[in-house]
């Protein structure tokens, strides 16, 4: 039986440009990292890119594993779906949907037991110390402990900070839940780069001079300084998982 082929043969929602890009789970190409076995793992940021950071999201099988060694690099991972046993700076945990680690540098981690189908999705960036403060601490936690706040005052745009908002940190991650027509107040152009995730729902980025339909599963680079704003559509809220990176010198 010959079959209508799809008008979208050849078309992507996915931009890829020097200052911004879109990936959708229509564009994912997995890659082999070592440590990660058990899994398809695709990055979605990196500094091939042209990003500082790496954004990776690894879709486990059962009996899969991840583990890092203890190097340069911290490591944010939030469990998207499914659970997992998590292991950090002599903590363990089960983790559920919303749970989500952090590593300091130096630090080694570990991910077990996930159920077939858990995913994780990892931050990852060079460490830049600052003279004076000690490092931060390694932590396991989840986001249904943390509350939220509207933003700037706003109660259709809810913040939750999920990392301690301190000068150890270098680097923040952050949910941002929408509700239907709800959007940033301003757009943003900041010293801040952002890597971002969106979880639930859709709506518009706009990005640099451009703007896109943005929906689940999408993800976005923004370098820094690139004009940005959002608003939610749809009849659900939109909710978004975002990093960028704070509390350090201009130069
Ligand atoms: O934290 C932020 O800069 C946030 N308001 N940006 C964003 O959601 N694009
Ligand atoms: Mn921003």
New binding site residues.
């Given amino acids: 039986m010959i079959k209508a082929p799809s008008d979208l043969f050849g078309h992507t929602r996915a931009h890829v440009g020097a200052r911004h890009a879109l990936l959708t789970p229509n564009n994912h190409v997995g890659s082999v990292v070592p440590g990660i076995s058990g899994a398809t793992t695709v990055i979605l940021i990196n500094e091939a890119m042209g990003a500082k950071f790496a954004q990776v999201l690894v879709t486990f099988q059962k009996g899969g594993s991840a583990a890092a060694p203890a190097n340069e690099l911290e490591t944010f991972g939030a469990l998207l779906g499914g659970s997992a046993t998590v292991l950090v700076g002599g903590k363990k945990e089960r983790c559920g949907p919303g749970g989500f680690f952090f590593a300091p540098a130096r630090q080694t981690w570990s991910l077990s037991a996930p159920t077939a189908g858990a995913q994780l999705l990892l931050f990852q960036k060079k460490y830049v110390p600052l003279a004076g403060v000690s490092g931060p601490r390694p932590l396991i936690s989840d986001a249904a402990r943390v509350k939220g706040v509207p933003f700037l005052g706003d109660p259709a745009a809810n913040l939750q900070v999920l990392l301690p908002d301190e000068p150890a940190y270098d680097l923040a991650v952050?949910i941002?839940a929408y509700e239907p027509g709800g959007h940033?107040p301003f757009v943003?152009a900041?010293v801040?780069e952002?890597g971002l995730l969106m979880l639930d729902g859709e709506g518009v980025y706009r990005l640099e001079d451009s703007w896109y339909p943005v929906r689940a599963g999408d993800a976005i680079w923004m370098a820094p300084f690139c004009p940005?704003w959002?608003v939610a559509m749809g009849k659900q809220p939109a909710r978004y998982l975002?990093y960028?990176d704070v509390n350090r010198p201009a130069l």
């Fill in positions: 952050n941002f940033l943003e900041h801040m952002h940005q959002f975002y960028k």
